[in-house]
């Protein structure tokens, strides 16, 4: 690591200046007409001191220097992953026999990383296989996101300012970006300085490394909250069961192949009273049924999710069910057109289920 290093030698140079006063303090010792010079150099030696020791503390302090994961297939072996400029290595789990792939952009803890399969192959939904497309990759800032308008979303510095004030509880501590895509909320979580590092986690390869090129960009970020980049499965997170302080997932759970699997993987690495963040996409009849009650239009809304099948448009009601059945609790949301952003919480042990 870099940063102890350099917070020495800044340390040493420091003590030059002092070293120089307390040599000149000697010399003036004993002068009959030094009294009053010898007060005001203590005085500047220890105004210099203080200085230097608020200086090399800074810089021997850093934000967050690792962040652990463990193995997605048995959840039990740990890996810790330094941050630094290149933090990614190989991560191995003895229990299971396996190798995961680290790459110069990742870490990789899919379930599939580092094997060949000679045969098998699972098939994927064609929401998630769309955003493993490079295109999508390039073009989801460049003028895809941005349509997001069209239907309500607010933007994304609004969109990040709401998610702030439900993510407030867990400010302080370490924030899953997932399905994080490019990067763009990553970027806005890690230059807040309010969290002491956030993990980019995303199942596309594309949208990783798309991030990545972005993060290289963003001169902010050489300065702001620790990030790593980890692709992984929303619905098999490899995280330790309570031990991550928040997750945020911006437009994303319309792509997830089994959202009530990744909710219930979400409670479980939840800590106590952490909280989790979301927005989607609304049926296309949410905002009449916010007009005339989104019971009279389920109908219509659930006949049009079943010639959907890319995308989950989304009820509130469905994903006030998501947030219940994982036992997660205190939900609210703020709703507009098609757009809806909703937050719940892990519960204490002795707190109840939402009702």
């Not at 007060?39 to 105004?47: G, P, S």
């Not at 962040?67 to 740990?78: A, H, Q, R, T």
């Not at 991560?91 to 680290?102: E, G, I, K, P, W």
């Not at 990030?227 to 997830?256: E, N």
Request: with cysteine; charged share 15%; hydrophobic share 40%.
């Amino acid at each position: 690591m870099q940063g102890p290093v350099a917070a020495i030698g800044i340390g040493q140079r420091l003590q030059h200046p002092a070293a120089k006063l307390i040599g000149g303090l000697g010399q003036l010792h004993g002068h009959p007409t030094s009294a009053r010079c010898v007060a005001r150099r203590q005085r500047q030696l220890q105004a210099r001191v203080a200085s230097a020791e608020a200086v090399q503390q800074q810089v021997q302090t850093p934000g967050v220097t690792q962040f652990k994961f463990v193995c997605p297939i048995c959840l039990n072996s740990e890996f810790v992953v330094h941050s630094s400029p290149n933090p990614y290595q190989q991560c191995s789990c003895q229990r299971c026999a396996r190798t995961f792939d680290a790459k110069s952009k990742y870490l990789d803890l899919t379930l599939t990383s580092g094997v060949q399969q000679q045969v098998y192959q699972q098939k994927m939904w064609q929401g998630t296989e769309l955003f493993r497309q490079p295109l999508i990759s390039f073009v989801y800032e460049r003028g895809w996101r941005q349509n997001f308008a069209n239907v309500g979303f607010p933007g994304p510095e609004k969109e990040f300012d709401m998610a702030m004030s439900y993510l407030a509880p867990a400010q302080g501590g370490i924030l899953i970006d997932a399905s994080c895509g490019t990067g763009l909320f990553t970027r806005l979580f890690a230059r807040s300085c309010k969290f002491s590092g956030v993990v980019a986690l995303d199942f596309s390869e594309s949208m990783l490394q798309q991030a990545q090129q972005f993060f290289a960009e963003d001169p902010a970020l050489l300065i702001s909250t620790p990030i790593v980049a980890v692709r992984a499965d929303v619905g098999r997170l490899p995280f330790a069961t309570g031990s991550v302080d928040a997750i945020h997932a911006g437009a994303a759970i319309h792509c997830w192949p089994n959202p009530q699997a990744a909710m219930a993987e979400i409670s479980r690495v939840l800590k106590p009273g952490g909280v989790f963040v979301a927005s989607t996409f609304l049926t296309p009849f949410a905002p009449l049924g916010e007009l005339i009650g989104d019971k009279i239009v389920r109908p219509l809304s659930q006949a049009q999710a079943r010639s959907s099948s890319t995308y989950k448009l989304w009820e509130e009601a469905e994903l006030f069910d998501l947030c219940a059945s994982a036992g997660l609790m205190g939900w609210s949301r703020d709703r507009r057109h098609r757009f809806i952003m909703f937050a719940a919480t892990k519960p204490m042990a002795s707190s109840v289920p939402i009702t």
